[in-house]
């Protein structure tokens, strides 16, 4: 079904028939999952009640499966500033993350860079600098509410990656200062943080991008561990970000994209 959207004064058409997932399936009992400091994957056990197992590969009329798994250490999730801030919205206190214009941009993480990061790193690290962003996203005003960063390279070992083995690149300050003057309100991202791995607990880049000029929290979002499909090609994307409503600071979520016809 094709689908008119009006944006900034201009109407955009989609198909929403033809939207794409951009997040990382989840597997229980199973080792198909990414891993950020939490190695243990996601588990699934079957009810029990009365002596009935509710599987019905154990004869049981329907599945009723209890999982237990970590979300922000296993898979594709959203998160607000009660990541990090008291007194902040859980994500299920958001609403109106549909349909949310948006760019997909590639870019290949630099090693070093002269631009501020609030603690020292290393030859190994990898990082997205306010350079490489101005470069994808300069000539551009519109379709900001939401930039979607691929990484480089970009392949399927990111549906299972241990990232407690691999380093994952990491915003400069700059860089997320820069998506605040852009008026980005959304980060979706592949890898399992906006701050390296280790920063001492900081999460700089996450009070940065999750507090306004004056100190106050805004309603910012931030998805980890998405996975973005080498067929969804760089441009403007309509985006819902797709997610339950639970009263915590993230949920998994599963954002489909959209392109602009
Ligand atoms: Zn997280």
Same mark, same amino acid.
Request: charged share 25%; net charge negative.
């Given at each position: @079904? $094709?689908?008119?959207?009006?944006?900034?004064?201009?109407?955009?058409?989609?198909?929403?028939?033809?939207?794409?997932?951009?997040?990382?399936? @989840?597997?229980?009992?199973? =080792?198909?999952?990414?891993?950020?400091?939490?190695?243990?994957?996601?588990?699934?056990?079957?009810?029990?009640?009365?002596?009935?197992?509710?599987?019905?590969?154990?004869?049981?009329?329907?599945?009723?499966?209890?999982?237990?798994?970590?979300?922000?250490?296993?898979?594709?999730?959203?998160?607000?500033?009660?990541?990090?801030?008291?007194?902040? #919205?859980?994500?299920?206190?958001?609403?109106?993350?549909?349909? *949310?214009?948006?760019?997909?941009?590639?870019?290949?993480p630099q090693k070093?860079s002269?631009?501020?990061?609030?603690?020292?790193?290393?030859?190994?690290? #990898?990082i997205?600098?306010?350079?490489?962003?101005? /470069?994808?996203?300069?000539?551009?005003?519109?379709?900001?509410?939401?930039?979607? *960063?691929?990484?480089?390279?970009?392949?399927?070992?990111?549906?299972?990656?241990?990232?407690?083995?691999?380093?994952?690149?990491?915003?400069?300050?700059?860089?997320?200062?820069?998506?605040?003057?852009?008026?980005?309100?959304?980060?979706?991202? !592949?890898?399992?943080?906006?701050?390296?791995?280790?920063?001492?607990? #900081?999460?700089?880049?996450?009070?940065?991008?999750?507090?306004? $000029?004056?100190?106050?929290?805004?309603? =910012?979002?931030?998805?980890?561990?998405?996975?973005?499909?080498?067929?969804?090609?760089?441009?403007?994307?309509?985006?819902?970000?797709?997610?339950?409503?639970?009263?915590? !600071?993230?949920?998994?979520? =599963?954002?489909?994209?959209? /392109?602009? *016809?």
């Open positions: @079904m $094709n689908v008119k959207i009006e944006y900034n004064k201009k109407v955009y058409e989609i198909n929403s028939n033809h939207g794409k997932s951009i997040s990382i399936p @989840m597997n229980f009992n199973s =080792n198909n999952n990414p891993k950020f400091y939490d190695e243990i994957n996601p588990t699934k056990e079957s009810y029990t009640s009365n002596d009935i197992t509710y599987d019905i590969n154990k004869d049981a009329g329907c599945n009723v499966p209890v999982v237990k798994f970590n979300v922000h250490c296993s898979g594709t999730h959203t998160e607000t500033g009660a990541h990090i801030f008291k007194g902040s #919205q859980t994500i299920g206190e958001l609403s109106n993350l549909n349909f *949310i214009p948006s760019r997909l941009i590639t870019i290949k070093q002269s631009e501020n990061y609030h603690v020292t790193y290393d030859l190994k690290d #990898q997205i600098t306010k350079e490489i962003l101005i /470069k994808s996203l300069e000539s551009y005003n519109d379709f900001l509410e939401c930039v979607i *960063i691929r990484t480089l390279p970009n392949n399927e070992d990111k549906l299972k990656l241990n990232y407690n083995e691999h380093n994952h690149p990491f915003l400069s300050n700059d860089a997320v200062y820069y998506l605040k003057e852009k008026r980005v309100k959304h980060i979706i991202i !592949d890898t399992p943080s906006i701050d390296r791995s280790d920063d001492g607990g #900081q999460l700089k880049n996450h009070k940065i991008f999750f507090s306004n $000029n004056d100190n106050s929290i805004n309603k =910012n979002t931030v998805t980890e561990l998405a996975f973005i499909p080498n067929n969804c090609i760089d441009g403007r994307y309509f985006v819902c970000i797709g997610y339950p409503k639970f009263e915590l !600071d993230a949920a998994p979520s =599963n954002p489909v994209v959209y /392109k602009v *016809i």
